[in-house]
């Protein structure tokens, strides 16, 4: 969307009026945008059109995925996804059985490292998906990560 | 009026790549939630853009869903920065509220 | 009751014990004069105890008469019991080892030949092996679970078994129910303990990494995050032996997180792969061991995945396993051992190490017998002066066991059954839950069951107990949760421990299921199905996630057993099984 359909929408509602007049918006920040569509999608598919482009991914063995095989805290589940195929524009990453399967997506360019690492509610055991674009192409990558009551260990 | 920040922030240099570890304060709350008192559906609150730069210069940019946790954290990597380049990270969330922070690249 | 040891010796004799060294080479050919005469070998020797909690004085265990495997792990070492064990590890029946390794014969075995472990019997063997290997060419390693399990290590807050550790001269030690006492504790107990105490894959979590309240423990790395000290080197005369630690991967999840906040764990085995590799290119010992809690399944898996450890002396799932398991790797293969629990066994392993190699070993599962090695008399003074001030409350007799009362096992033993029916009693609930923790002492038929009994089969840091409504439905996706921690075909995905123990419900089970369809006909004492929408009163302990608002479970158990002069078990909960018939694990 452009620049003024996004300040006509958000005055309409005050909120980016209030914050630009008290200081707290960072100029250049304002106006990043945000993949609603995306966010929103409420299957895997649609997730990763929305997000990619496109839901045809190739596995890829050169993507790795860091997560605990059982959560220890279901709410905060450190993922960490880094990869060595070259030239990487977005990491994306899913929870396939959240209600709205994409978590995050993180642009690179030549300086930074195809690195990333955050922590992700995960509400049940499911796969954690790593999607890598690259060159045109999605690579993809998955972790299961199990999500239990705990308790009665030895 | 000063505010403390809600980004806690490390930059460290090592063979070039410099590793960046921040921790911001922010309940992301996905608007699925009820308050148990009240039973009312308590509003969505999260982040939804992240971006980091370098001597002006865009490090990385990310845009953040409901499913990350209460009180993010991201960790990420670069080249090309010297000890002592002045970093900024800064976030925005749905809500129009934002934050910012510098540090130095130790 | 005890014998004399010279009736002891006269009984193995009658029973014919072709010795209790059943893998060694001169067991089937001579009668050894002397128990405890564990011929020397090479050039290094490493003694492996594992899992005491802390039990200072002897007990009695029995070993489990149900241990399944499933999937990859069906018939094959841990996962066999009785009969098909003695005849996996070619050990004599109506022997000495027979009784020591398998539950056969328990009650009368466990009468003629009396009680097992005891730190001052141990420190006795130890003392006796340190000085036939040689100065400088021994090292005794503790696999952790020490600091917990006794009525004395809860008030003491494990100190008692830290002070035990130190007189023994553990050299090397890792945890997991240690990490059950707070944080703090735990870095107090670690600093007065004078060996060393290692963990590599135990880290601090993001929150804590900017603001570290143990920044100055010098166990504290900030660049890898670890909270303590992967490995340590230990200088053997010629010989340098690497141990790296490895704790409980699981311990935020089966125990409190809130007690430990700022601590992470996991398997970590790339991070084990990276600690060996450095080692190799850097340190080079000659020797590269780990003393693990894992739990022998996912030791065995981790042996397969990384290369370049030569022993992972492991413990957590309680395996008195008499010979290790060979798991061939990408780097050449791996020895897998397993040391039981309780103080009843030692592992001994005497290895040939040349030119930077392991070139061949021979390893003892030793049984710790009371009545055949003598009490060191430093030691039993120091477990005396530590009981002493709880003496009256430990002795305090309940009631009799009018059968012997045991936990160890897949589903209820009939010390579970009494604390279940105990909970169902005194807290008035239709259903009760107790968890299939691995540890706890048996009593014999016919002998006193005391606090101290029941403190040995309870006593942890949080043992409060709850009594609140549950629906059938909730109730299921527990027992659904829990038997996927001990069937999971993944040992990665397994938690450890035994099934979630049940009082006033039965079911049935089928081990070789996916996960939430293994638990089905769940059914009251009287036959009525529970229903999932339909409500229960359930009573339990040991919550991880939060504190329950009830008395602690030794006192509830106490009181059940005061009002009672002898226990007998009418009824034990354990499921109906479909799917496990021949299975080795199964008697």
């Known amino acids: 969307m452009n620049r003024r359909v996004f300040l006509q929408r958000s005055l309409a509602s005050g909120a980016v009026a209030l914050a630009a007049s008290s200081g707290l918006l960072v100029p250049g920040t304002v106006l990043a945008s945000w993949n609603k569509a995306a966010f929103d999608a409420k299957d895997m598919a649609s997730a990763l059109k929305g997000a990619v482009g496109s839901d045809s991914v190739e596995e890829s063995a050169d993507i790795k995925i860091k997560a605990p095989d059982i959560a220890e805290n279901g709410a905060v589940v450190p993922v960490t996804v880094s990869t060595t195929i070259k030239d990487v524009k977005t990491i994306s990453i899913f929870s396939e059985k959240n209600g709205t399967p994409l978590v995050a997506q993180f642009d690179f360019d030549s300086s930074s490292q195809p690195f990333i690492s955050t922590r992700i509610k995960m509400g049940k055991t499911s796969n954690v998906v790593a999607v890598v674009n690259a060159g045109g192409k999605n690579y993809q990558a998955k972790k299961e990560v199990k999500v239990t009551i705990g308790g009665c260990g030895g | 009026m000063s505010k403390k920040s809600s980004i806690k922030i490390r930059a460290k240099l090592k063979n070039g790549v410099t590793t960046v570890k921040a921790l911001v304060r922010h309940p992301m709350e996905t608007g699925l939630r009820k308050d148990k008192k009240t039973g009312k559906v308590i509003p969505a609150k999260f982040i939804q853009n992240l971006s980091c730069e370098v001597n002006g210069k865009k490090v990385i940019n990310g845009q953040i869903g409901v499913a990350v946790s209460k009180n993010p954290y991201f960790s990420f990597k670069f080249e090309g920065a010297n000890s002592g380049d002045e970093l900024k990270l800064a976030w925005t969330d749905n809500t129009g509220k934002s934050d910012t922070t510098t540090s130095k690249i130790k | ?587």
């Open chain 3, 1 to 587: 009751m005890s014998i004399s040891r010279r009736e002891f010796i006269k009984l193995m004799g009658l029973a014919g014990a072709a010795g209790m060294l059943p893998g060694s080479a001169f067991a089937a050919k001579r009668k050894p004069i002397d128990m405890y005469e564990i011929p020397k070998f090479g050039n290094v020797c490493l003694m492996h105890m594992t899992d005491c909690h802390a039990q200072l004085n002897p007990i009695y265990f029995r070993e489990p008469s149900m241990n399944l495997g499933v999937g990859g792990a069906y018939g094959k070492a841990p996962h066999l019991v009785g009969e098909k064990l003695l005849k996996h590890f070619a050990i004599p029946s109506n022997s000495l080892a027979s009784h020591a390794f398998s539950y056969l014969d328990f009650d009368q075995a466990a009468s003629q030949y009396g009680k097992v472990g005891g730190f001052a019997h141990l420190t006795s063997l130890v003392k006796r092996l340190r000085s036939e290997r040689g100065a400088g060419q021994s090292l005794l390693l503790d696999g952790g679970d020490t600091w917990q399990g006794s009525g004395t290590s809860y008030w003491t807050r494990g100190m008692d078994m830290v002070g035990a550790c130190n007189l023994l001269g553990v050299d090397v030690m890792t945890g997991h129910w240690e990490y059950t006492y707070k944080d703090h504790e735990v870095i107090h107990n670690v600093q007065k303990f004078k060996g060393d105490f290692v963990a590599q894959n135990v880290g601090i979590n993001e929150d804590a990494m900017f603001d570290y309240r143990f920044a100055d423990f010098d166990g504290y790395d900030e660049d890898s995050g670890r909270a303590f000290k992967p490995y340590v080197i230990k200088k053997m005369n010629d010989v340098r032996v690497a141990v790296i630690g490895q704790a409980f991967p699981y311990t935020p999840i089966a125990n409190p997180q809130r007690f430990i906040p700022d601590w992470t764990f996991g398997i970590q085995d790339e991070n084990m792969q990276a600690v060996v590799d450095d080692l190799k290119a850097n340190e080079k010992p000659d020797l590269i061991v780990v003393i693990s809690h894992n739990g022998m399944d996912v030791d065995l898996k981790m042996a397969s995945r990384v290369s370049g450890i030569d022993v992972i002396f492991g413990g957590h799932t309680h395996d008195g396993m008499p010979a290790p398991t060979t798991v061939k790797n990408a780097g050449g293969k791996t020895l897998v051992t397993n040391a039981g629990s309780n103080g009843k066994f030692l592992g001994v392993m005497d290895l040939d190490v040349r030119g930077g190699k392991l070139v061949d070993y021979r390893y003892n599962l030793v049984p710790v017998f009371s009545n055949l090695l003598p009490a060191d008399k430093e030691m039993q003074s120091y477990i005396d002066k530590v009981r002493a001030p709880y003496l009256d409350q430990l002795n305090e007799k309940l009631a009799t066991a009018e059968e012997t009362l045991y936990r160890r096992g897949n589903f209820n033993g009939t010390f579970d059954q009494l604390i279940c029916d105990a909970l169902t009693e005194v807290n008035d609930a239709q259903i009760s839950l107790s968890p299939g923790f691995r540890w706890g002492t048996t009593v014999l038929n016919g002998q006193d069951i005391t606090m101290d009994n029941v403190m040995d089969q309870t006593c942890i840091t949080y043992p409060e107990t709850y009594r609140r409504e549950m629906s059938g439905a909730d109730i299921k996706l527990i027992l659904e949760d829990v038997s996927d921690n001990l069937f999971n075909p993944d040992p990665y995905y397994q938690q450890g421990g035994d099934m979630v123990r049940v009082g006033g419900l039965d079911y049935v089970c089928e081990p070789n299921k996916t996960f939430g369809k293994r638990i089905s006909s769940m059914t009251l004492n009287d036959g009525t199905k529970i229903q999932d929408d339909k409500k229960y009163v359930v009573s339990g302990w040991a919550t991880v996630s939060s504190k329950a608002p009830g008395r602690p479970i030794w006192d509830v158990v106490a009181d059940y057993l005061r009002a009672k002069d002898t226990v007998k078990i009418t009824k034990l909960n354990t499921p109906k099984l479909i799917g496990v018939k021949g299975n080795p694990g199964l008697a």
